[in-house]
């Protein structure tokens, strides 16, 4: 009888075992996955700005230029708002400092964000060569699209770190908190979908 008993306690400890185990191995597997795609998604937007209108608001990859680090340091410490003036194929701006000019010449197309003159913002919808630095490219930018938002009238830009000034983060809390909060709830949702699983399977 005992022999029994002591059987069933060790049976009890084993399922116990085996649960435990077979949740830290899902926790270990899920945090894998997800974890490239938090990883991934900060990096992604670290090397973004936005440019707002009163019409849209379009993403901008950074370029690999001393500028267009130096213009994400100074929007780091603002948004910064520039009256822009529209001619047959740009909207361009003074930025109101200098940033590190490397020019080269470029055929500027559709999308393309470039300094001129060292303090000009110039972001394009149409085609021009000339030497500039590069800021970065309108990401997703397609000529037309570009062409009627841009082309035609002087325009107000908002340069900014936030694609959303309506929706911007609390001071010290970075713009993809939200994103990494809710991939946190799905992560412990999906833990305890498994281990309520895992339970009822042990019982039957």
């Known amino acids: 009888m005992q022999k029994i008993i002591i059987n069933k306690c060790f049976a009890g400890t084993v399922r116990g075992v085996y649960k435990i185990a077979a949740l830290l191995l899902f926790a270990v597997i899920l945090f894998a996955q997800l974890f490239p795609m938090i990883s991934a998604n900060a990096a992604a937007e670290e090397n973004v700005f936005y440019i707002r209108t009163d019409d849209a608001c379009l993403t901008v990859d950074l ?3 001393a500028a267009a680090r130096e213009l994400k340091d100074l929007l ?9 003036t529209g001619n047959s194929f740009e909207q361009y701006g003074s930025i109101g400092r200098k940033l590190t ?4 010449s470029i055929t500027a197309q559709p999308g393309d ?17 000339y030497s500039y630095t590069r800021l970065g490219t309108v ?10 938002l841009l082309s035609g009238k002087d325009l107000t830009m908002t340069l900014s770190l936030r694609s959303d000034t309506a929706n911007a983060p609390d001071e010290g809390q970075s713009a993809d ?22 339970t009822a399977g042990f019982s039957a």
């Open 63 to 65: 370029a690999d230029s």
């Open 76 to 84: 780091e410490q603002g948004d910064l708002t520039i009256s822009m």
């Open 101 to 104: 000019a490397q020019d080269t």
């Open 113 to 129: 964000v470039l300094l001129y003159n060292a303090d000009t913002i110039c972001v394009f919808y149409g085609t021009n060569r």
């Open 139 to 148: 990401r997703d930018a397609d000529s037309e699209t570009l062409r009627i």
């Open 177 to 198: 908190t939200g994103s990494i909060i809710e991939m946190i709830r799905q992560f412990i949702r999906r833990i305890l979908q498994f281990f309520k699983a895992l």
